[in-house]
């Protein structure tokens, strides 16, 4: 963690600032350690000169204790962590005056009204100045230790897959199936979930973010599930598009037309390559078998302590591949009252190209 000090430090010092005030719930865990749900750390530009602080209240005394390294100082405070409860911990200055210099905060995570509160508990001692993801920008290259958990999560969410198409598809709700995975995802030892688990049969499948209904999987459909476990705080994120019998001409074309797709794009993903020109392999693939149109979400996204998180694999995403990054590599096609199909890996991206962290195949698969 005190590596991770020095690393933001940096930013804040290159943006001219003298502090800057986290407060986003995952970018705190990953700076300090600490997963209470009420916490805020205050980092210098000069940690070798003023001290890393976070601050949280009583309920988590002995919690932060626990978690946090000896690297931040901790305080416990009894007010509002963002307002008077951070000025009346906020480091006193010492250059003998009353001015705290330039904080820097994050507009993305900061509301206008916790602002005013802050401006109010400093009464001119302080300028909170916006500065934006530079914490997330830190969490885009994962450590070795993030790289194990998120591809343990990977592995569990895996196990229990396996465990439900052990017992079939067919003749069980759509809401069935979700809670049997979810289930199983937990008893093999999942904290949480990354999200709720997506199960849509036949032409439900033509909705991305369907939620699983109490109806009833047939013979002969397609059934795309989309599901991931969080273990140690870290996400795992996979679909599959499992077959439960015969399917039309048409299905199967767009099924083949995916796969293709997905396996022509995770190839492209290494160090190099902007999210964009990653997304335009299956974008082209799937435009030239005449279903651009239906593929309207980008191909992929970071994952880590979030189950969305940048870097962005889409026709804006800008930003370079990089080794140490985790993406998703999903492209689908939806056609309204017909099917839909999604297939989704998890890749880490390494230093001479990627490595997929699931392990479920992708191939066309009947499940009864």
């Not at 009353?98 to 009464?123: N, P």
């Not at 290494?270 to 191909?299: C, Q, S």
């Not at 890749?347 to 479920?360: C, E, H, M, Q, R």
Request: proline share 5%; aromatic share 6%.
């Amino acid at each position: 963690m005190a590596e991770r000090i020095e690393r933001l430090a940096a930013k804040v010092a290159e943006a001219g600032l003298d502090w800057l005030l986290v407060s986003a719930p995952l970018n705190v865990r990953w700076l300090t350690g600490f997963t209470g749900s009420n916490g805020v750390a205050l980092c210098p530009a000069d940690p070798g000169h003023h001290p890393a602080v976070l601050l949280t209240d009583f309920r988590y005394s002995e919690q932060v204790a626990a978690q946090a390294p000896s690297a931040w100082q901790i305080e416990i405070a009894s007010n509002d962590l963002l307002g008077a409860g951070l000025a009346e911990h906020f480091p006193v200055p010492d250059t003998g005056g009353d001015s705290y210099g330039a904080v820097g905060y994050d507009d993305r995570h900061l509301t206008v009204a916790q602002l005013g509160a802050l401006q109010a508990a400093f009464d001119g001692r302080a300028s909170f100045e916006p500065l934006s993801g530079s914490v997330e920008t830190l969490r885009l290259i994962k450590s070795a230790s993030e790289v194990e958990k998120i591809g343990a999560a990977a592995e569990l969410a895996d196990a229990a897959m396996i465990e439900l198409l052990d017992g079939g598809l067919v003749g069980r709700t759509e809401l069935e199936v979700a809670l049997i995975l979810e289930s199983a995802m937990r008893r093999l030892g999942a904290q949480e979930l990354s999200f709720p688990p997506i199960v849509a049969a036949g032409a439900h499948g033509a909705l991305p973010h369907a939620e699983p209904r109490d109806v009833t999987i047939a013979a002969d459909e397609m059934v795309t599930i989309d599901w991931g476990a969080k273990l140690d705080g870290y996400c795992s994120d996979c679909t599959r598009t499992y077959l439960t019998g015969e399917v039309n001409d048409v299905r199967s074309q767009i099924y083949d037309l995916v796969l293709e797709a997905q396996i022509a794009a995770a190839a492209a993903v290494r160090p190099g390559p902007t999210g964009r020109e990653v997304d335009l392999v299956a974008r082209k693939i799937i435009e030239e078998g005449g279903y651009g149109e239906n593929f309207g979400h980008g191909l992929g996204h970071g994952v880590g302590l979030d189950v969305h998180e940048a870097p962005r694999l889409s026709r804006h995403g800008d930003a370079p591949l990089e080794a140490g990054m985790i993406v998703t590599v999903e492209p689908g096609i939806y056609v309204a009252g017909e099917c839909g199909v999604r297939i989704e890996d998890l890749l880490l991206v390494t230093a001479d190209g990627s490595k997929v962290l699931n392990g479920l195949p992708k191939a066309r698969q009947l499940v009864s």
